[in-house]
């Protein structure tokens, strides 16, 4: 879900704040007109289990994007 709603790409290098390799080459807006992310946090939330906050997460199990 937290990928398929797309606002807007764009070419950018980002790297990983803690060990500097890069994560994408594409940085993605994304959002449901209530809440907006980045690609970049849905890699931390995969990669080191980056907690979200309760609303969001309710937010996001009833949400149709």
């Known amino acids: 879900w ?3 709603c797309v606002y807007e790409t ?3 290098i980002l790297h990983d ?3 500097g ?3 994408s ?3 993605c807006v994304l959002g449901d007109n209530k809440y907006i992310w980045s690609n970049e946090l849905i890699y931390y939330v995969e990669k080191y289990n980056a907690e979200l906050p309760d609303e969001f997460i309710k937010h996001i199990l009833k949400a149709r994007c």
Do not use: L, Q, S, V
């Open 17 to 19: 704040i803690f060990t």
């Open 25 to 27: 080459y594409e940085n």
């Open 2 to 4: 937290a990928r398929r």
């Open 21 to 23: 390799d890069t994560i």
């Open 10 to 12: 764009g070419t950018d």
